[in-house]
């Protein structure tokens, strides 16, 4: 299959609500849906900025707007700070499994109670089964999902793909009930130590949108690399 960018087509949508800043309005991005992305086209747009949803490529393309920032982290030069240590420390007795697929069943109760106390505002609220399976049970051959439990109960899901410079971190679930162990904060560290043991450079984040309080937590991670005009740019402060 060829993994070229010179024939791929794309698509952009009309304009829709915009699901990061209020009031504005947003266009989309898309790869053709009938094109076959393998892992070496995959992280070609990851480095161009494109995300994943589902079955879909995609990244904002709106005209007056550029809020939508990709971000990436270098992992081979990032240290945890004091806090993200305590982080780290305070979740050493979870285990995690890597799977291929998701357990629907297991995985979709914790999803919706994650989605019903952290996202009664988003698009994604409220949860269905059918929604859940559309969004994050759409494997990849490259996709892996990391579940992280202490004994039989299920704390944490990421979905992850995996590219040739690294991972993508398409979108991690947890138990929200359990706030002292920061375990959003947690699976994004994890993912970078195991993306620096396989001596993967960099953890793509996804979009950071400045001003928008759900995606002030990207930049926490430092030195982090944001995509400026086709260039990526390392910040360390």
Known sequence: MSSSLHHLKVFT???????????QEATTLFVDPKQEVDQNLYTS??????RRSGVHMYKPH???????????????????????????????????????????E?????????????HRDGDMY??????????????????????FSRGDELKAVAVVDHLNDGFSAIYTFFDPEDESRSLGKFVILWQIELAKQLQLPFVYLGYWVQNCRKMDYKIQY???????????VRLDN
């Open 62 to 104: 709106c005209s007056q707007c550029q809020a939508c920032v990709p971000a990436r982290i270098p992992v081979s030069a990032f240290v945890p700070s004091r806090n993200q240590k305590r982080v780290l420390k305070r979740n050493t007795d979870l285990s995690v499994r890597s799977f291929s697929e998701l357990d629907p």
């Open 222 to 232: 430092k030195p982090i690399e944001l995509l400026d005009h086709g260039d990526w």
């Open 13 to 23: 949508t009309y304009p829709h609500d915009c699901s990061y800043l209020l009031g």
């Open 45 to 50: 747009l990851s480095r161009m900025g494109f």
């Open 126 to 147: 409220p949860p269905s089964v059918e929604q859940f399976k559309s969004f994050l049970g759409q494997a990849w051959s490259f996709t892996r999902y990391y579940c």
């Open 106 to 118: 297991r995985a979709y109760a914790l999803y919706e109670r994650y989605i019903n106390a952290r």
